[in-house]
């Protein structure tokens, strides 16, 4: 008999683990509780397997050996429960992709902000260096459809903390953790310990001959680094003080040492700007060096990496105002990013759901910085009580293309519009890419 293994979620993730859970003789089945999209329906249908959507039939499901869980759905949720009553396992498709991998290495990055930009970069130094390698996770393909279809020796993983949440054997040769602000506190009973918990997962399998790199300026991950028994070799990156092991910047130059070899360049060649940019690089560059990547093929890669869609993208510059798509800033915290690396008056869209935001996070910032603010959400009463003492312009809006011309009415030339929402985008939006799509097809528009 085949183990019966059953999928819940039929999104990137559901379907990648379908893929291979049947490639391996599993017995499977999908369901997901909304519709599926047509490529994923199709991708289903073409491999045979079994599914459904729109329910969650329980008797196809509670019979379950194993069950995957896609990083969307939450504990809360009923059928999670049932599953978890019966005390049938649940893993995430990263446990599933790591358990068919092969001999292949694994680079995995998580982290509250600036995960996507560090995992883009490290994928871009070991490409550039010639490594045969792939992009998966949150960003790129499904983990385990590339297990599946087109395996590599190398994999640069972006993994979540819902991901790390069911993980059992899943071990990263190289981890990093970018840093740990409070956000998705929703989904941890809103106790930022849980959360924490979750990001420091990443290390846990860890043995001594693999790599943790870390931020030693990052006041939680280092208030609790000691609660950890990490076993592997610990890696830590610093603008704050110069260090024996990891990376740090001084005087404008980054060293990194990661062995008995020593790299170092200036900042100013760095291709990614701002402060919280330099802690991604050195966080790549670290990651790089213990992949015995030659310091020249770095230095290249860390120079022409091109910044990502969503993330500080510039769009456009119309009559003297410039805008800014910064999509990807779902939590308070990469608000306070972009921010920072401002240095233009700022028109401000903000809003969508709110995850537990904490706005006095950026409240300086807004005080410095911005004229007006834009609310770009179905609910936008607490951006109103945070921000209404401060800047004398907040205005409602319900598309895009009205957040864009509301922008643009009250800019000047000189000034920027920065779509940086701290918010998620499902209230108006399918998700933050549709978001950043329509902002930047309104700003074409003008």
């Not at 980054?254 to 050195?282: C, I």
Request: net charge negative; aromatic share 8%; hydrophobic share 40%.
């Amino acid at each position: 008999m085949s183990k019966r293994f059953v999928i819940l979620g039929g999104g990137e993730s559901g379907v990648g683990a379908a893929l291979l859970a049947k490639q391996q003789g599993y017995d499977v089945f999908l369901s997901d509780g909304s519709s599926l999209k047509n490529e994923y329906r199709n991708e289903l249908q073409d491999a045979g397997i079994d599914f459904e959507e729109g329910m969650h039939t329980e008797e196809k499901i509670l019979n379950a050996e194993e069950v995957m869980k896609s990083p969307g759905i939450p504990e809360k949720a009923a059928i999670v429960k049932k599953i978890r009553a019966k005390g049938i396992a649940v893993i995430s498709e990263v446990e599933l992709a790591y358990r068919f991998k092969g001999n292949s290495k694994i680079v995995a990055i998580t982290g509250s902000n600036g995960k996507t930009t560090t995992t883009a970069l490290t994928y871009h130094i070991c490409k550039t260096a010639g490594l045969d390698c792939a992009l998966v996770g949150n960003i790129g393909d499904s983990f385990a459809k590339r297990v599946a279809e087109d395996p590599k020796p190398l994999y640069v993983v972006e993994i979540s903390s819902f991901q790390l949440d069911d993980i059992n054997t899943f071990r990263p040769d190289v981890a990093i953790l970018t840093n740990i602000t409070e956000d998705h506190l929703d989904r941890y009973d809103y106790k930022f310990e849980n959360y924490i918990k979750s990001k420091f997962r990443i290390a846990m399998n860890q043995q001594p001959g693999d790599h943790f790199i870390y931020c030693a300026d990052d006041e939680v991950t280092m208030k609790y680094l000691n609660q950890f028994s990490i076993q592997s070799n610990q890696l830590p990156i610093s603008m704050k003080r110069e260090l024996p092991n990891g990376a740090f910047i001084k005087d404008g130059d980054m060293y990194v040492r990661t062995g008995q070899d020593f790299t170092n360049m200036s900042v100013f060649d760095f291709a990614l700007k701002g402060k919280h940019n330099q802690y991604n690089t050195m966080a790549a560059c670290v990651a790089a060096t213990t992949l015995d990547i030659r310091k020249d093929k770095i230095r290249d890669a860390v120079q022409n990496f091109q910044s990502l869609e969503h993330r500080m993208e510039h769009v456009a510059t119309v009559r003297g105002v410039e805008f800014i798509n910064d999509s990807k800033a779902t939590n308070v915290n990469s608000t306070w990013y972009a921010l920072e690396s401002m240095t233009k008056p700022v028109i401000l869209v903000l809003g969508g759901v709110d995850k537990g935001n904490d706005y006095s996070l950026i409240e300086e910032l807004v005080k410095e910085k911005v004229k007006a603010i834009i609310c770009l959400g179905s609910d936008n009463r607490k951006i109103h009580e945070a921000f209404g003492n401060i800047v004398s312009t907040i205005v409602n809006t319900s598309t895009a293309a009205e957040a864009v011309h509301g922008a643009f009415h009250f800019a000047t030339k000189g000034d920027v519009v920065l779509l940086s929402p701290a918010c998620a985008s499902f209230d108006l939006f399918k998700n933050y890419e549709d978001r950043g799509n329509q902002f930047k097809q309104a700003v074409k528009e003008l």
